[in-house]
């Protein structure tokens, strides 16, 4: 089984005391867990100060955007290089880049490629729209994205990357995909395709999240499907207590449950 990997993704909040306060209210209680993996995706602004700030605790961290360049004349952008060193992950083709910013899949391949090259973890995202999903396309939107994202990849260099399952009408919306659904479309569609791509093996050991509208009310249910190795989390992560709390049922459904640790 992959590590399951809980990522909180932040969005457009927090300043850097907000995010201080943050990692100093879960970094006790989160002391105890280990064999899940854990995290944050934070503003630019906060990672450096973050960085500093989660030494010495297992608090993975992560940005949530980057451009493919190294350097150069690209305004307001923010590159691989400045990245390394201060995060592990990076978020890329969250469905909120591809509405408001115009990411495509083409685009998400070439980050995906740049973030590989140095040494940064990307989370990719992919997922269908409220149209899509009524209208049945969720397999060929979904695939197409995975395709796409992945295209002229090599196998070692996929091994590394973290997928997450976001449908569109899911995020934020309050209303969580079932969890036979989440299940369902990472078994059949995400890492169906990955497989197809590059191979049982590759595929069987990705870390697939699912992600919109977890909270601690959900997370159980949703963490209990075989297929999902975690979350991509917004708008529950924001709050300490709420984030300790899915990262401590991830674990206990995860691993305690499942006999694995304890
Ligand atoms: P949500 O967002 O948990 O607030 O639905 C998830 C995401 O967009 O990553």
Known sequence: MPTPFLAGNWKMNKTIDEALAFVEAVKGPLEAIDAVDYGICAPFTALAPLHDAVAGTRIKLGAQNMYWEESGAFTGEISPLMLKGLCENVVIGHSERRQYF?????????????????????????????????????????????????????????????????????????????????????????????????????????VIQYGGSIKPANVEELMSQPEINGGLVGGASLDPESFVTLVQVTYEVKIQNAGMGG
């Not at 409220?130 to 196998?155: C, I, K, M, P, Y």
């Not at 997928?163 to 079932?178: L, M, Q, R, V």
């Open 102 to 206: 115009g990411e495509t899949d083409e685009t998400v391949n070439r980050k995906i490629k740049a973030a590989l090259e140095h040494g940064l973890q990307p989370i990719v995202c992919v997922g269908e729209n409220l149209e899509q999903n009524e209208a049945e396309q969720t397999e060929e939107v979904v695939s197409t994205q995975v395709r796409g994202a992945f295209a002229d990849l090599r196998e070692d260099q996929v091994r590394d990357i973290v997928i997450a399952y976001e449908p569109i009408w899911a995020i934020g919306t309050g209303k969580a995909a079932t969890p036979e659904q989440a299940n369902d479309v990472i078994g059949n569609v995400v890492r169906a395709t990955v497989a197809d791509m590059f191979g049982t093996d590759v595929a069987e050991q990705m």
